[in-house]
């Protein structure tokens, strides 16, 4: 059975930072696509970040490019995201989401299987 518990998430000042976790259980990296996702009041959740199996091509929007990093810990069957430089407009809910997709990433939340609960982050101004 896959899942992912999804932790790390905070109230921040603007300019700070975060790691959130996502501990998974029942995938393999080699094969499974992972990605971060976040969603905001009254908004599409969307992707912030993700990777196709066994630390491959990443994927990081505009948005965030150059202040969140994606990574993992095989022996830990973890992944985290590494936000720095806090902005009000990170303020969402964060989700960590696979699927099966050897060599592939997805940025669309639409073709991930599996879902972690979320964690709230807050970044006050």
């Known amino acids: 059975e896959v899942q992912l518990q999804a932790s790390g998430g905070g109230l921040v000042q603007t300019g700070g930072s975060l790691r959130l976790s996502c501990e998974t259980s029942?995938?393999?990296?080699?094969?499974?696509?992972i990605a971060w996702f976040r969603q905001a009041p009254g908004e599409e959740r969307k992707v912030v970040s993700c990777?196709?199996?066994?630390?491959?091509?990443?994927y990081y929007p505009d948005s965030v490019q150059g202040r969140f990093t994606i990574s993992g810990d095989i022996a830990k069957k973890t992944v985290y995201l590494q936000m720095n430089n806090l902005k009000p407009s990170d303020t969402a809910v964060y989700y960590c989401?696979?699927?099966?997709?050897?060599?592939?990433?997805?940025?669309?939340?639409?073709?991930?299987?599996?879902w972690g609960q979320g964690t709230q982050v807050t970044v006050s101004s």
């Open positions: 989401a696979t699927r099966l997709a050897p060599q592939h990433y997805y940025s669309d939340y639409t073709s991930y299987d599996y």
């Open positions: 029942g995938i393999s990296f080699n094969d499974y696509a």
């Open positions: 990777t196709s199996s066994d630390g491959g091509p990443k």
